[in-house]
């Protein structure tokens, strides 16, 4: 028969005690010692890794900023141009306000309005399509 070394004897005693069994955990051992490829575990490896997690989060609020800087540009056009459309808008509103022969213009052009005994006559041109025939 074969005699048995101690350290077996050992091991299979603090397995008795412990219930569970060594023999796993060795074999991942050896399977990462026996491996000469690369180790995703190694410390090295993790801090690569690490390290792109972060610079892909610091791209990624990069991006969103200068895409939001593009939207702030846009709304600055927009609020020049209503901007200047309030100006000119508010000195018409000025005018009209204060010159009422302004506003009998604008009826008698805009809205045909008329006073009392007069006549309205209404002369439009003639379409190039009409001239043609």
Request: charged share 35%.
């Amino acid at each position: 028969m074969k005699e048995v070394e101690p350290k077996q004897e050992e091991r299979k005693i603090n397995e008795s005690k412990r219930g569970f069994s060594l023999s796993r955990l060795e074999f991942f051992k050896t399977i990462s010692q026996r491996e000469k490829g690369i180790n995703i575990f190694s410390t090295k490896y993790l801090l690569l890794i690490c390290g792109l997690i972060i610079l892909g989060f610091i791209l990624w609020g990069k991006f969103k900023e200068a895409g939001l800087n593009n939207k702030i540009a846009v709304l600055k056009e927009k609020i020049s141009k209503i901007d200047s459309l309030y100006r000119i808008d508010s000195t018409e509103y000025h005018d009209l306000k204060n010159t009422p022969s302004l506003i009998e213009h604008i009826a008698r052009e805009d809205y045909y309005m008329k006073e009392e005994g007069e006549e309205i006559y209404i002369i439009q041109k003639a379409q190039d399509n009409e001239q043609e025939d």
